[in-house]
């Protein structure tokens, strides 16, 4: 058990429509960053959050947000949904802004069905 | 762009053998490197790290060597067992700066047959 927590598990739902990612990070942590991992692909970094503020974006669609709220919780939000967006997501928590070695706790991931 | 590449999908090794994992990267301003473990329905798991100023380090059964010339780090397990039957991610990172996003391979998947 890593320490973070992700809801849901699991979400089906249809093209077009909006969904929430939630995401605790580890007690103590104040990044947190959220990846995606669709089918045959590694995992692709979209966004980092660092005690409330954005600090690293990679390759996030227009029709994704996110943010971090005070008690260090995040949600990505995902709009106007597409098949292709179809993928697991994750979220990650580290306990500085960057850590010497560069490790991240990983949660069990989302996984999101577009049909 | 693919700056972190794993160019083998799959692994098959026998227990008891060594299993290498190999990973590539183009970004000369990564300057650190991470394997993570996956298993199915679980998220990835830190396994090892290392630095751009050490070529090698070693944490039991598994150890890493960095090559920076050729731009290529290996994972090394031995001896192999049919628990470390999982997906390998290669990653790699910055320090310069203010933000340690990881760039992650695509992963191989290593099967230990018993």
């Known amino acids: 058990d890593s320490g973070v927590t992700q809801t849901p598990k699991h979400l089906i739902t249809a093209t077009g429509q909006r969904v929430t990612l939630r995401c605790s990070p580890r007690?103590?942590?104040?990044?947190v960053y959220w990846y995606q991992q669709s089918l045959d692909q590694g995992l692709q970094f979209l966004i980092q959050?660092?005690?409330?503020?954005?600090?690293a974006k990679g390759n996030i669609l227009e029709r994704f947000s996110a943010q971090q709220f005070p008690d260090l919780h995040s949600e990505l939000n995902l709009s106007s949904l597409e098949l292709g967006d179809s993928a697991l997501y994750f979220c990650?928590?580290?306990?500085?802004?960057?850590?010497?070695?560069?490790?991240?706790?990983f949660g069990e991931g989302s996984r999101l069905t577009v049909l | 762009d693919q700056q972190v590449k794993q160019n083998s999908p799959s692994l098959s090794v026998q227990e008891g053998r060594i299993s290498i994992l190999n990973c590539d990267y183009t970004?000369?301003?990564?300057?650190?490197f991470l394997w993570y473990k996956k298993y199915p329905a679980e998220g990835p798991t830190f396994l090892i790290s290392?630095?751009?100023?050490?070529d090698k380090n070693e944490d039991g059964r598994f150890t890493v060597f960095l090559n920076k010339s050729a731009k290529h780090l290996s994972l090394h397990i031995v001896p192999s067992q049919p628990g470390d039957s999982a997906v390998y991610f290669c990653?790699?990172?910055?320090?310069?700066?203010?933000?340690?996003?990881?760039?992650f391979g695509k992963g191989t998947l290593l099967t230990v047959n018993p």
């Open positions: 290392i630095s751009s100023i050490k």
């Open positions: 990650a928590s580290s306990l500085r802004q960057g850590q010497n070695t560069g490790e991240l706790f």
């Open positions: 007690s103590g942590d104040l990044s």
């Open positions: 959050y660092y005690n409330g503020e954005e600090r």
């Open positions: 990653a790699a990172g910055s320090s310069g700066g203010s933000n340690y996003k990881l760039t």
């Open positions: 970004n000369s301003m990564f300057d650190y």
